[in-house]
T-cell receptor, first 114, second 111 residues
């Protein structure tokens, strides 16, 4: 089975701190994603990467950056955390199955910014 | 731009049939997917409709009508374990691999 592992399940940070969220997948997928999930808003795409060192903005990239130095690892960076970035962050990688672009998600990282 | 709208909550009883709708406004996309997410868990893939019509996978079926900008997930013979959030999602055409999700529907199955 494809496994997507997020390094931290729960984090508490202070406003202004730099935050790193790490994600590793073990199935050699080219595409990786970062979403945030908030009640009533569903999953919103922050950034995605289709290859090493390649990235593309999603719908809500402001306040975030990403890094993909190795194929299996995709990091989300909050340069200066703010309270409105308190959320559940979900990492995913994807593959094509019978024409469908199927995402496999990690367990999520719940970030609280105080 | 594009948006996918779903009802926020649906309640049904065990053994019943429930339909979760997804209406979308998007300039173009490859197909409609559905994901299930149990409380505290990660979303998992359920189904995909590339073409108009009904796709059946066991107790779950999914439907797409591009002309109506509409799709739905049909769950039959509901079980308590089906209580979860369900999200529709589209893969935007012209923007490879960007999967955009709907707002999600919380399904509560009651005894």
């Amino acid at each position: 089975d494809v496994k997507v592992t997020q390094s931290s399940r729960y984090l508490v940070k202070r406003t202004g701190e730099k935050v790193f969220l790490e994600c590793v997948q073990d199935m050699d997928h080219e595409n990786m994603f970062w979403y945030r999930q908030d009640p009533g808003l569903g999953l919103r795409l922050i950034y995605f990467s289709y290859d090493v060192k390649m990235k593309e903005k999603g719908d809500i990239p402001e306040g975030y950056s990403v890094s993909r130095e190795k194929k299996e690892r995709f990091s989300l960076i909050l340069e200066s955390a703010s309270t409105n970035q308190t959320s559940m962050y979900l990492c995913a990688s994807s593959t094509r199955v019978s024409g469908a672009n199927v995402l496999t998600f990690g367990a999520g990282s719940r970030l609280t910014v105080l | 731009g594009q948006s996918l709208e779903q009802p926020s909550e649906v309640t049904a009883v065990e053994g019943a049939i429930v339909q979760i709708n997804c209406t979308y406004q998007t300039s173009g996309f490859y197909g409609l997917s559905w994901y299930q997410q149990h409380d505290g868990g990660a979303p998992t893939f359920l189904s995909y409709n590339a073409l108009d019509g009904l796709e059946e996978t066991g107790r779950f079926s999914s439907f797409l009508s591009r002309s109506d900008s509409y799709g739905y997930l049909l769950l039959q013979e509901l079980q308590m374990k089906d209580s979860a959030s369900y999200f529709c999602a589209v893969l935007r055409s012209g923007a490879t691999n960007k999967l955009i999700f709907g707002t999600g529907t919380l399904l509560a199955v009651q005894p």
